[in-house]
């Protein structure tokens, strides 16, 4: 896998996290009733403005020119690598307003909706990039599937490593935090059913997607490991004692800490393996 691909994994897995984080947290606020926790939220989502740059800021290493970004939006009627650049950026933009514009209710409620439905769409583009390529491994509903479980997955232990952190004082925060709990080990499961269905399809699939199948049990087998290891033993298990924790009324921050870095570390080696065991179909 070249370098600029690593910029890649660096921008969709924290992209996704990001948008993920906001549309859980966002929900979990237009709920809450609390003035304590609407300071968590508000803090929470402010910390998801410097990590959305830096995933913008990788993805222009993607790029030779990084200045190109700007003029492919010219084709944003036909283009979905137009669309990914547009609406990704649309996030950021209207993530910004939302944080500057706290102060006004109304106006802070309209734009969240914005920028959930821009970030939405940002994964949707994403998703739509790589199955229009000429790879097999990427084309169909295992790359939506990669991607809406990253930003679930990942978004849902982000949200509740930052809920765990700023409500560490809040009473209130436990309820939330053991519902983020449980978004992530739920998207934790449908994970572990979509994926053997997707290894399926890359064996019964052409030679190219079988050759990728053949990668990722033998040169990137370890990798393959590696990434279950931290998503299940380092992500699924401290969440498991956390829930039961939360239900007892027993604090569990250390664990949510633990199970996200596990659970991102996951993302980011399973992306890798996205990027490094994708055969182009061959020509000619």
């Known amino acids: 896998m070249e370098t600029k691909e690593f910029a890649l994994v660096l921008f969709t897995v924290l992209s996704q996290a990001s948008v993920g984080a906001f549309i859980l947290l966002s929900w979990l606020r237009l ?4 003035e304590a926790m609407d300071a968590v939220y ?3 989502i402010a910390v998801l403005l410097p ?3 830096v995933a913008l800021v990788a993805s222009l ?6 200045m190109l ?3 492919s939006l010219r084709r ?11 609406f990704s950026g649309a996030f950021f933009a209207l993530l910004a307003a939302t944080v500057l514009l706290e102060k ?3 106006a802070r409620k309209a734009l969240s909706a914005l920028t959930a439905l821009a970030g939405a769409v940002a994964v949707f583009s994403m998703g739509a990039v790589y199955t229009a390529t000429v790879i097999p491994a990427w084309q169909g509903w295992g790359t939506y599937a990669a991607f809406v479980g ?7 232990g982000l949200a509740a490593g930052l809920v765990a952190f700023f409500g560490r004082s809040v009473a209130e925060a436990a309820g939330d935090l053991q519902q983020l709990v449980g978004a992530a080990i739920a998207a934790l499961i449908l994970g572990l059913v979509a994926y053997p269905l997707y290894l399926a399809s890359l064996g019964n699939g052409g030679a190219e997607a079988q050759a990728s199948l053949q990668l990722l049990g033998g040169p990137f087998a370890g990798w393959l490991a590696l990434r279950w290891a931290l998503t299940l033993a380092g992500g699924a298990v401290p969440l498991l004692i956390a829930w039961r924790r939360l239900s007892a009324g027993q604090k569990t921050s250390g664990l949510v800490y633990a199970a996200l870095v596990c659970m991102v570390a996951g993302e980011l080696v399973g992306r890798y393996l996205f990027y490094a065991t994708g055969v182009p179909m061959s020509i000619g």
């Open 31 to 34: 709920r809450n009733r609390s």
């Open 42 to 44: 508000r803090r929470s």
């Open 51 to 53: 990590i959305m740059a």
């Open 61 to 66: 290493f993607h790029l030779g020119r990084p």
């Open 69 to 71: 970004a700007f003029t």
């Open 76 to 86: 944003l009627a036909t283009s979905w690598l137009s669309r990914e650049i547009f």
């Open 104 to 106: 006004s209710a109304p």
């Open 150 to 156: 990253t930003t679930v997955l990942a978004g849902a």
